[in-house]
């Protein structure tokens, strides 16, 4: 019976390091309540701190510490009831400049974090928060998309001086009605050279344009890409501990916010699908069908239906004030969006250009019990001021009202505006301590699970049950390790699929001894049984686990949210099962016997 040196010392190496990263998770991170600015660059100062402190003391609320970072203060406090008094007291007291959250503070020693090594994280099921399903907006985007592109074409026929006696744009395509026979194969050209558009004769000189089905596909997933990305740097933004923000199906989020209860709350946080967009304002002689009128300061404004940019162009903003003290934005612009802002301004010095506040709201109207909802965009200019000079990728946005409005409108521009409206299709809360009753109720079912199965194997086993209980031992530290690593969410299924990985690990512990058994049936000597034993077993051992592995890949594939978390911890389980089972219950065994002469009788 052997057991080379390398395969030792490499079973070592991964028992060091799963102890070592599965140790984070013995400490539990304290509730807390999290101050940010509004204000890109502010700070907090010692004064506010100790103003901070004494507020904490005239209350009942039982605070455990203050920490004050360069961007944050984080207060640590006893239990998550005492966590939700002290964020509704503090919201009181602080003004809307201050954003107060809810957190989860990390007690992991320094040296650990030296290292990375990080707790698991909690799914909404066991940590209690809020959960949100959000819809594209699918037809609102193509709409807009194809206005983009009407303007486009717009653009490049009078560039081309092409005429036509119409471009109008009716439910999903563009009608252009040409003048001139011979200018049909520019227009062509034109219209080739943008893409994905199905281009059709209806009838002499007039045209019909639709986007390809490949097109569509496309922008509606370009679109939930971007939607991704600006809600996971939203929620970032106000400081959400552990938040999940993850794509479900075609066209739809899913937004996990754990410690948050209040949904009006957390729809603010992540509802807001305000957007900006600049524009000129329109000269008297600009056609009605090109203008849009708005109220502004008690008199109506006529702007161009033309945009020169939207938010999603601005690469940061920060509140400030200018020198007569009231509040502006501060905004800088991609390359991109320099350009076309050069670009639009250069030829337009003296002419007014607003800021065109948009932002999607719903009503609610309840006729005969029934409740419809119905959403529409309101637009309001919140700046409007004369162009004194080009702009290119620096200016500032001033009028506006008041230094919340400006904390807020900097705060959603360096988050991201939305690439498309969204609609809330779901949603549901679930309670901290239903969330710590799930914890105690999956706790209390693996410890049943897994006290029934090493007494089984100890009594039936004997020594080798004891081994085979150890691998088992170690093979839930190398689970938690592994999660920890691969910063994977634990969830409710997530521990039954841990559970399910106690059973096969043992298994594959119960095909070896099994094994080894029936070749000292046939008067092997013990150290060859053994060694017969791991070595006929290891086939069927992978096997069983391979194609348990592959169904668990499908449902993780397949599935989503709980089904994926079972699949998740199931996968994890499988891969360590065989590593404690074939690998480490070998080398315990060679320690315990293969240094042993004249070796009679194994207890298994």
């Given at each position: 019976?052997?057991?080379?040196?390398?395969?030792?010392?490499?079973?070592?190496?991964?028992?060091?390091?799963?102890?070592?990263?599965?140790?984070?998770?013995?400490?539990?991170?304290?509730?807390?309540?999290?101050?940010?600015?509004?204000?890109?660059?502010d700070g907090f100062s010692n004064k506010f701190l100790d103003d901070l402190k004494d507020l904490s003391e005239n209350t009942d609320i039982n605070t455990l510490s203050f920490e004050k970072t360069e961007k944050s203060i984080l207060i640590r406090t006893n239990s998550y009831q005492d966590q939700i008094e002290l964020k509704d007291f503090l919201q009181k007291e602080l003004n809307e400049n201050f954003v107060v959250a809810?957190?989860?503070?990390?007690?992991?020693?320094?040296?650990?974090?030296?290292?990375?090594?990080?707790?698991?994280?909690?799914?909404?099921?066991?940590?209690?928060?809020?959960?949100?399903?959000?819809?594209?907006?699918?037809?609102?985007?193509?709409?807009?998309?194809?206005?983009?592109?009407?303007?486009?074409?717009?653009?490049?026929?009078?560039?081309?001086?092409?005429?036509?006696?119409?471009?109008?744009?009716?439910?999903?395509?563009?009608?252009?009605?040409?003048?001139?026979?011979?200018?049909?194969?520019?227009f062509t050209r034109i219209v080739n050279d943008l893409g994905n558009l199905n281009l059709n004769l209806v009838q002499n000189l007039n045209y019909e344009l639709s986007f390809s089905d490949q097109e569509i596909d496309e922008t509606i997933?370009?679109?939930?890409?971007?939607?991704?990305?600006?809600?996971?740097?939203?929620?970032?933004?106000?400081?959400?501990?552990?938040?999940?923000?993850?794509?479900?199906?075609?066209?739809?989020?899913?937004?996990?916010?754990?410690?948050?209860?209040?949904?009006?709350?957390?729809?603010k946080i992540i509802g807001k699908t305000a957007n900006l967009e600049f524009r000129l304002e329109a000269k008297d002689n600009s056609l009605a069908s090109r203008v849009e009128a708005f109220p502004y300061r008690g008199l109506k404004t006529k702007l161009e239906k033309k945009v020169i940019i939207s938010g999603d162009r601005v690469s940061?903003?920060?509140?400030?004030?200018?020198?007569?003290?009231?509040?502006?934005?501060?905004?800088?612009?991609?390359?991109?969006?320099?350009?076309?802002?050069?670009?639009?301004?250069?030829?337009?010095?003296?002419?007014?250009?607003?800021?065109?506040?948009?932002?999607?709201?719903?009503?609610?109207?309840?006729?005969?019990?029934?409740?419809?909802?119905?959403?529409?965009?309101?637009?309001?200019?919140?700046?409007?001021?004369?162009?004194?000079?080009?702009?290119?990728?620096?200016?500032?946005?001033?009028?506006?009202?008041?230094?919340?409005?400006?904390?807020e409108l900097a705060l959603l521009l360096r988050a991201g505006a939305l690439a498309a409206p969204m609609n809330f299709v779901e949603e549901g809360t679930i309670g901290p301590s239903l969330g710590a009753d799930n914890i105690r109720l999956g706790i209390n079912s693996l410890a049943l699970g897994l006290s029934l199965v090493l007494i089984f194997m100890i009594f039936y086993y004997k020594v080798f049950g004891f081994i085979a209980n150890l691998a088992v031992l170690l093979n839930l530290?190398?689970?938690?390790?592994?999660?920890?690593?691969?910063?994977?969410?634990?969830?409710?299924?997530g521990i039954a699929g841990i559970v399910l990985t106690i059973g096969m690990a043992v298994d594959a512990n119960v095909l070896i001894f099994s094994r080894i058994r029936?070749?000292?049936?046939?008067?092997?000597?013990?150290?060859?049984?053994?060694?017969?034993?791991?070595?006929?077993?290891?086939?069927?051992?992978?096997?069983?686990?391979?194609?348990?592995?592959?169904?668990?890949?499908?449902?993780?594939?397949?599935?989503?949210g709980p089904i994926q978390g079972f699949a998740i911890t199931l996968s994890v389980g499988i891969l360590t099962s065989m590593f404690t089972a074939i690998l480490f219950t070998r080398m315990l065994v060679f320690f315990i016997y293969a240094r042993r002469r004249n070796i009679e009788n194994i207890w298994i």
């Open positions: 019976m052997r057991f080379q040196a390398w395969k030792i010392f490499s079973v070592l190496i991964v028992l060091f390091i799963g102890i070592i990263f599965s140790l984070p998770n013995i400490f539990p991170p304290d509730p807390s309540v999290q101050i940010t600015t509004a204000s890109a660059g809810l957190n989860l503070a990390a007690n992991t020693p320094d040296w650990l974090k030296a290292l990375n090594a990080k707790p698991m994280k909690l799914g909404l099921d066991l940590r209690g928060g809020v959960n949100f399903l959000m819809e594209v907006d699918t037809e609102l985007l193509i709409q807009t998309k194809l206005e983009s592109i009407g303007s486009v074409i717009r653009n490049s026929l009078r560039e081309e001086r092409i005429k036509t006696t119409s471009i109008d744009i009716q439910n999903d395509r563009i009608l252009v009605s040409l003048v001139d026979n011979k200018k049909t194969e520019a997933d370009y679109a939930v890409l971007q939607n991704l990305t600006t809600l996971r740097n939203r929620v970032n933004e106000l400081g959400v501990s552990e938040p999940v923000v993850q794509r479900e199906g075609r066209k739809r989020i899913s937004v996990q916010l754990p410690g948050i209860q209040d949904t009006a709350e957390a729809k940061d903003a920060s509140v400030g004030f200018d020198e007569n003290g009231f509040p502006q934005v501060n905004i800088s612009l991609d390359s991109d969006g320099g350009a076309q802002m050069h670009r639009a301004t250069r030829n337009n010095v003296g002419t007014r250009m607003a800021v065109l506040f948009v932002e999607k709201k719903s009503t609610s109207n309840f006729d005969n019990g029934i409740n419809s909802i119905k959403n529409f965009y309101d637009k309001r200019i919140i700046s409007l001021a004369t162009i004194q000079s080009a702009l290119a990728n620096q200016f500032r946005i001033t009028g506006l009202d008041s230094p919340a409005e400006a904390s530290v190398l689970i938690a390790s592994v999660m920890s690593i691969l910063s994977a969410t634990l969830t409710l299924p029936e070749e000292l049936k046939r008067n092997l000597k013990p150290l060859e049984a053994i060694t017969s034993g791991y070595d006929r077993a290891f086939i069927t051992i992978v096997d069983a686990n391979l194609t348990t592995l592959i169904v668990a890949l499908i449902l993780y594939l397949v599935g989503t």
